[in-house]
């Protein structure tokens, strides 16, 4: 049982505080020694005597003393956020070279997808990766009439701006891949959305097929390619896209490593649900919702990242590295969207 919360306690805390042992009853998957290692680690943040602390004492005298307590350093947590967020920033900024030209694109799933991939998450989500990358080459490819292979940051993000789950792909991806057989960079000035869309959903939807074979899968593959015969949503950002390369990374960062959600987001909670707000991409305007308080649940804002990077700003490594955190591959969106 966790302790009760002291009186600075911010109210993101209280409510992991209030409800984290009802919520792991209530969804038994997560009753791990890993979410509850991310709940605690955050919960003790500030406090000298579980997370140990540094003393100073006045060298003239002897006698006064100044305690500094150490920090978690955890994303989850909204105290600590910004260290990780800088350390995930620098790490990411290594990673790309001034002169290239990157373009923030995201691949959704419609929400008759969602379940699936909560159910399966274990066995989906790398794949996702994968298929979002199959899915950019191809089109460059077809796109140049070459058989390109682009650069890629890919992120997995398993939650929406309402805290839902919502699993969706940011990349980080090149404007234009590298023609192997040639042995040059093909720059591509623009991706066209319509065979973007079509493309993603036949590379995802053959993926989910080939992972989880039953029949509920096959009718619900055959009822989306039904419903979405224009493919699923793209989104490519344009002209907002900062062009110093040391600033893309932080451009990525606010989407896929910022803290779960601000203390200015939420405006009221009773004990047992929460009044909070989010600007929505569907109505453009700022939306309040009322929720339960499990539905902030989110142990880490990201699932896995893959990369596909650049040793020289001409030259590519044509493989994948999947970069997956064994114990937490289906975290992030906790809640049942």
Known sequence: MLAAPSPDWNVFKQIFAEHWDGFKRLYPRYDRRYYDGLVHQMLACGNPEQMGYIEYRCLYCGEGTHRVSMSCKSSLCLRCAKVYVDNWVSQVSRMLHEGVIYRHIVLTMPAMLRKTFYQHAGVLLSPLMRCGVQCLDDVYS?????????????????????????????????????????????????????????????????????????????????????????????????????????????????????????????????????IHHYRSHKSERVERETVAAYTLYRPHGTACVSERLPTHPVLWRASDQDVCQAEGADSGGLGEG
């Open 142 to 274: 077809r796109v140049s009439s070459r058989a390109l292979k682009g650069g890629y940051i890919v992120v997995v993000q398993t939650h929406g701006r309402n805290g839902q789950y919502n699993p969706h792909l940011h990349f980080l991806a090149t404007s234009g891949g590298w023609d192997h057989q040639a042995q040059q960079w093909i720059h591509l000035d623009y991706v066209p959305y319509s065979m973007l869309r079509k493309k993603l959903q036949w590379y995802l939807l053959t993926m989910i097929r080939q992972t989880v074979k039953t029949k509920a899968i096959e009718r619900l593959v055959d009822a989306c390619y039904q419903r979405y015969r224009e493919g699923f949503v793209t989104n490519i950002q344009k002209g907002d896209v900062p062009t110093r390369y040391q600033s893309l990374a932080t451009y990525l960062a606010k989407y896929v490593v910022s803290p779960p959600i601000s203390l200015r987001r939420i405006a009221r909670y009773d004990g047992q649900r929460v």
